[in-house]
Structure formats: C-alpha cells, structure tokens
C-alpha cells in the first residue's frame, strides 16, 4: 500500500470536518477556538500535501507563516477570553450577548 | 542582487522602522510621558503615505521587487495613498481619544500602525502567501484593537465575537488558497491557470472554484458582506470609537483590495487561459452576495437608536454596493470600487470625526441625543449632515458619484442578474435615505431637552479640526470636480486589469 | 481506518494485522479484568480501602486547582517567542552556515551576504520585541 495525495486530502477532510462540528457545537469559547485551529491544520495538511505531489516548494514554506500567524492569532485569542473570564467568570459565547439589537 | 529591488518597497520599510522606533520609545519611557510616540507616528506615516504617492511619479510602474513577490502598479499606488490617508485620519481621532484614556498609549500606535502596514502590503502583494500574511496582519492588529478598552466589558465581547468569526473566517479562506494551489500547482496571482490532473485529483476546474468559493467567503469577513456579516453592529458599537472609524475604512477596503486581486487572478468575463468564465454561475453568486448583503444592512439600520451601530449596518450596506461594482469583473466596475473607496474615506471618516467629538461630550451614542446639535455646534451638524448625505447618495456629494459609478457598471452589463442587482441596490438607496434622514432631523428640528448642557461649548481639538475641514472639502470635490478623480480611479482599474 | 481511503488495501488478507491488533487489545483487556475476578476477594469495603491512598497523607482540597492568571501570560510568550524558531530552521539548512555544501552557496553564491544580513534583521526585531516584553514587566510575575 503506498500513501498518496488522496491520504492528505481525506486526512484534511476529516480534520475540517472535526473542526466545524467542533465550532457549531461548542459554546465554550476555547473549545471554538480548538475547533478554528483544526480547519486552518487541515488547510496545513491540504497545502503539505500539494505541495508535495505537484513538486514545488512553496506551500511548503507558507505552512510555516501560516503555523506562526495561527499561533500569534491564538494568542490574542486566549488573551481576549482571558479578560472576558476575568469579567464575568465565564467564557460561554452563547452568554456573550451586551451587545445587541 | 537587483532582482530583489529592496528600495522599491520604501513606503513599507519607513513604516517598519517606524514600527520598530515607536517600540523602542515605548518600551524606554514611563506610562505618563507618551508624547515622543505620538510624534514618531505621526512622522512615520506622514513619510510612508508620501513616498507612496512619489513613487506614482518617479517608479516606472509596473515594477516588481523581491523576486516579484512585491509589486508597485497604478492601482497599488492609488490604494496605498487611500490607506495612508485613512491611518493620518485616523491617528488624529485617536490622539483625541487617547488623552481620555491614561495607559496604554504606545501599544494602540504600534497596533494601529502593524495594521497600517498590512494595508499597505495588501496593495502589493502578488501570490496568495503574500495575501494571507499581510491580510492576518490587519486582522490580528484589529482583534486587539476592538479589545483595547480592556476594562469595558463590552469591548472585551465584541473583540471575543471578533476573533471568533474572524478566525472562522480565516480557516475558510486558508482552506480556499490550498485547493486553488491544489489546482494550479502555483500560490502566484498571475500563473493562475488549470493544470493537468495530478496522482488522481480529478476536475481540477471544480476544485479550482471550490477554492475561489472558499476565499471569497473568507473576504467577505474583511468587508463585511453577508455571510460573514454578523460581527459589524457588534463590533462597531463595542469598539473604541477610532477602532471603529479604523474597522470601517481601513480595514474594509483592504477586504476590497484583495477581493479585487482575487477575483482578477481567477475569474474573467473573457475566459483566456485557463481562468474561470465569470458569467453564470459566478456573476450569480456575486449577486447573491452583493443583494443579500445590501438588504441586510439596510433594513437592519432602520431600527437602530445607537449611532454607531446604525453606522455598523450601513457599512454592511456599503459593502454591497461595492460588490456590485465587483460583479461587473470589467474595468468600468473595478474603477468604480476605486472610486467609491475613494468617495468612502472621506465621508465615513467625517463622520466618525464627529461621533468621536460628540461622544466626549455626551459619553453616549444615543441617536437621542444628538438632538439640538445644528444649533450649539453648527459646524460639526453640517459635517455630519455632509457625511450622512453623502452616504445615502444624494447628488452634489461625493457618496453620490460612487453610487453613479457602481450602478453604470452594473446596468451596462444587460444581464438579467444585472438588473436585478441594480433594482435591489436602488430600493436599498432609497431605503437609507430614511434612516440617514432621520438623524439629520435629529440635528435640526429636534430640541436638547431642557437644562441638557453636554453638548454646549464643544472644543474641538486642532488634528480633528483639520480632518473635518479635510472631509467636508473632500466629499464636495469628489461630488462636483469628478473628472481627475475617476480618471485616476481608471487608471488604477486599468493597471489592475494588465496584472495579468 | 475506513477502507475506502485505502485504494490498495481492498484484499481481505491485507487487513489481518488490523484484525490481530484488535483481537490482541480487547483480549489483553478482558484476561486482566477476568484475574482480578478470580483473585480477587469481594465484598469486603471500608473506609480505608476506599480513599484515594491506603497509607500516606489524605489529599486536601480539589484535584482541579486553577493556575494563577499570571503564569498564562509568560506561557502565551513563550510560545510565541518559541514558534518564531521555526523560521531558523529552513533557513540554517538551506544556508547551511555559508560552508561550500551549502545549497545557497552552490545556486546563488552572490546572495550569501544577502540573506545572512536578512536572518540578522529577522533576529533584532525579535529582540527588540523581547526588550519591550521584559520593559512592560510581563515577564514579572512576582509584581502581576
């Protein structure tokens, strides 16, 4: 049995998948957040595996910023969830709900 | 050595060094002694918006540097000096604002100036790793923006409503560029052609559009179209009145920019090699969008009693008037975009200049309150009532032209899609009307109630002073001396197209 | 494992080792609970035998104890300054410390200033990022 780009493909497929049921059904706003960094490492693994069956490098090499922007991106995420924990004790997004009308 | 061309991107390296001069100021001075930041930002931006607008002269356009992941055409220069502008204005709200607020005055500089960087690097960026990088610039600037009031519990919701969509939107559009890879072995804009089948991938072509769908659904978060519209009332209210101003403008048009890159790359309505056909099915999902996403805005606005989240709606309503003019996929409608861009820096960010003042009178956004404005502070009624016209698209104003524009492009097409665009897009003028009107009324026949004094003796500080004049001028001459504007506006349409 | 992800896999003998996998953990699983059954003595609960530890010291308080808001935030810098890293990594193997093996200095031998004067800037605006954290004191958790 040899991998090929099928394997990525379906690999990034089920990631994507996880990762939208995750975000739907989570109202635990890191539980969203997991369920985003699922999709962009499905992207990763589409992108991976492109790039390795048509021969150029640069998905490659773009992986890499995607990986340091998702983490910068999640950063300021806990950190905007942090703050928001600190307010009312509580990260539920179906409760986030001043802003309204 | 020379196909690097390191000098060409002299706008973005004044920025970056300022970035980096503004970091070091902060991280040397105490919290009370911010002045000296203020000015490097000031002069950082001041320079970087003037050499982008030199270079309109003195670089033989087009020009590529860094090994051509970096480009300088008609079109990068137009919207570089749109966003440069839109910082300046921008950076003189925030300097009024900031004297309300004591801590953290060099991290919103550096934030808004990593934000502006993105912006200016969106304008020249030319494969989609390039896109993605300078486009999570802006966005993760502005997560951290819309929180910045760390202290209000409502900025705090409406950057988490922020950053959750944002990053959904972000996961989509990454996911669009991997299957358009997928399909043209190539990140690059202009090598953007279907490829033979590789180890099995069939229908290169549908993956290729699937791809297209993906990134376009994950712009649509950037400009605040439907189906990724939801976060604007929200944030908009929730945010720093500057951020808003920034949110609005800003990073908007950066959405509009690369919408416009995109779709030239992979979609054309003359279907050369190997781009997709943008009739059809295309030129009906853009409609769908641009209908949708105008009806929801407008409609929505109709009920507001918050002044920045009736704005919030219209900028929804705003972003499907410009889709429209990127439904057309033809130069006249991407002129029109440019123009209407053009026409929007100087109308929203009037009146954002006057929310701003007004809100540090009365420390409310309350559409009731602003009651009695055109007699205590005549000047800034007339702005705003400028500003307001001019969104809604009444003839001597800028507003208007931009509208003209996008709804000329739309009805020459002759499509029966077309038409219906225009016909919705019309009800949603007339629409707007209403609710813009119904502030104006607000300023002038509506009576302060008695023994209100907040908004008696406004002071309006010098910076803001200036970006009132600059806007009130700015909407009349793109109103009444259209010509040299759309003309530059089809220049850069023109450089837009040739990219190719 | 789905079989349609595996085009090759489509004879059943090529799934014997899934099947032995399979059979190996369920019947590791269900031979210890059948001796612990059968040694075993039942029936006999007390106190003692039903805290977390027979002998030592009784735990105090909740297993889920929160951590301090503060140890969050070297955490998230860490991990940012950790993950900046991997932009070294390509570049050190491609550089390849500038020796006459190195890829860059075989294609583009003419661009070796060039990029290790990249890598050098990349490296100072890291640091000046770091100076600005340990400025702002959010290293110092002592003070948070």
């Keep these: 049995m040899t991998i090929g780009l099928f394997h990525y493909l379906a690999l990034g497929a089920a990631l994507f998948s996880i990762g939208v049921i995750g975000v739907v059904t989570r109202r635990n706003a890191i539980g969203v957040l997991i369920g985003v960094e699922l999709i962009l490492n499905a992207a990763n693994v589409n992108l991976v595996g492109f790039s390795r069956y048509s021969g150029g490098l640069d998905a490659q090499v773009f992986v890499i910023f995607v990986i340091v922007l998702a983490a910068a991106e999640a950063a300021v995420a806990l950190a905007i969830i942090l703050q928001l924990f600190e307010k009312r004790s509580d990260i539920d997004v179906d409760r986030a709900r001043g802003l309204r009308g | 050595m020379r196909e690097f061309n390191v000098a060409l991107a002299a706008p973005e390296w004044i920025l970056s060094a300022t970035i980096l001069v503004v970091l070091f100021q902060d991280a040397r001075t105490r919290w009370d002694n911010k002045g000296g930041l203020g000015r490097t930002t000031w002069l950082g931006l001041l320079l970087a918006t003037g050499c982008a607008m030199l270079q309109g002269w003195f670089v033989d356009t087009p020009a590529t540097a860094f090994l051509g992941h970096y480009g300088v055409d008609g079109f990068s220069i137009v919207c570089k000096a749109i966003f440069g502008a839109t910082a300046l204005f921008v950076m003189a709200m925030a300097d009024t604002w900031l004297k309300r607020v004591d801590r953290g005055h060099g991290e919103f500089r550096l934030l808004a100036l990593m934000a502006t960087l993105g912006m200016f690097f969106v304008c020249s960026v030319r494969d989609f790793a390039g896109l993605f990088v300078s486009l999570e610039l802006i966005t993760v600037s502005f997560y951290c923006l819309t929180a910045f009031k760390r202290n209000d519990e409502r900025a705090i919701e409406a950057g988490i409503k922020y950053v959750v969509l944002g990053a959904l939107a972000t996961a989509f559009l990454l996911l669009g560029i991997a299957f358009i890879y997928g399909a043209t072995e190539s990140l690059w804009f202009h090598k953007i052609a279907l490829t033979e089948a590789s180890d099995g991938v069939g229908g290169n072509a549908a993956l290729l559009e699937f791809g297209l769908l993906l990134t376009v659904l994950g712009l649509c978060f950037k400009i605040a179209a439907v189906p990724f519209q939801v976060w604007t009332p929200d944030v908009y209210e929730g945010a720093a009145s500057p951020v808003t101003a920034f949110l609005s403008m800003g990073s908007k048009a950066a959405g509009f920019v690369l919408l416009l890159k995109v779709v030239r790359a992979c979609l054309g309505p003359d279907g050369d090699a190997g781009i997709i056909l943008a009739t059809g099915a295309w030129a009906g999902l853009f409609a769908l969008i641009a209908a949708a996403t105008m009806l929801y805005g407008n409609l929505g606005a109709l009920w507001q009693g918050n002044m920045k989240r009736l704005l919030g709606y219209s900028s929804i309503g705003h972003a499907g008037y410009v889709l429209m003019g990127v439904l057309a996929f033809n130069e006249a409608g991407f002129a029109a975009v440019v123009y209407y861009l053009m026409a929007y820096l100087f109308t929203v960010l009037g009146v954002f200049a006057v929310v701003i003042i007004v809100n540090g009178a009365l420390r409310s956004h309350a559409i009731t309150d602003y009651a009695g404005l055109g007699r205590k502070s005549p000047f800034l009624a007339l702005v705003l009532t400028c500003g307001l016209l001019s969104l809604a698209g009444v003839p001597p104003m800028a507003g208007f032209f931009g509208k003209f524009l996008v709804f000329q492009a739309v009805v020459q097409l002759g499509t029966p899609v077309a038409y219906t665009v225009a016909f919705v897009g019309a009800a949603g003028v007339v629409v707007s009307m209403y609710y813009y009107l119904c502030v104006v009324k607000q300023l002038y026949m509506v009576e302060a109630p008695e023994g209100d004094t907040r908004l008696d003796g406004l002071v309006v500080a010098k910076p803001l002073k200036a970006v009132l004049w600059v806007c009130l001028i700015g909407i009349f001459v793109l109103g009444f001396l259209v010509q040299p504007f759309v003309a530059m506006a089809q220049d850069a349409a023109e450089a837009l197209m040739a990219a190719r | ?144």
């Excluded at chain 3, 059968?38 to 002998?55: M, Q, V």
């Excluded at chain 3, 140890?71 to 006459?100: M, Q, R, S, T």
């Excluded at chain 3, 200033?113 to 959010?138: N, S």
Aim: aromatic share 16%.
């Design chain 3, 1 to 144: 494992m789905l079989p349609f992800l595996l085009a090759e896999a489509n004879q059943p003998r090529d799934w014997l080792p899934v099947l032995v996998l399979l059979l190996l953990a369920v019947g590791l699983a269900a031979v210890q609970l059948l001796i612990s059954w059968l040694l075993g003595k039942r029936g006999e609960t007390n106190e003692f035998k039903d805290s977390p530890y027979e002998c030592g010291i009784e735990p105090v308080g909740d297993a889920h104890t929160r951590f301090s808001v503060k140890f969050y935030l070297v955490a998230v810098l860490f991990i940012l300054f950790d993950i900046e890293v991997v932009f070294l990594y390509p570049w050190a193997v491609h550089f390849g410390g500038g020796e006459p093996d190195g890829v860059i200095f075989q294609e583009r031998p003419d661009l070796l200033g060039f990029l290790f004067f990249e890598m050098l800037v990349f490296l100072a605006v890291l640091f000046l990022g770091w100076y600005w954290v340990v400025k702002k004191k959010a290293l110092d958790w002592e003070r948070v």
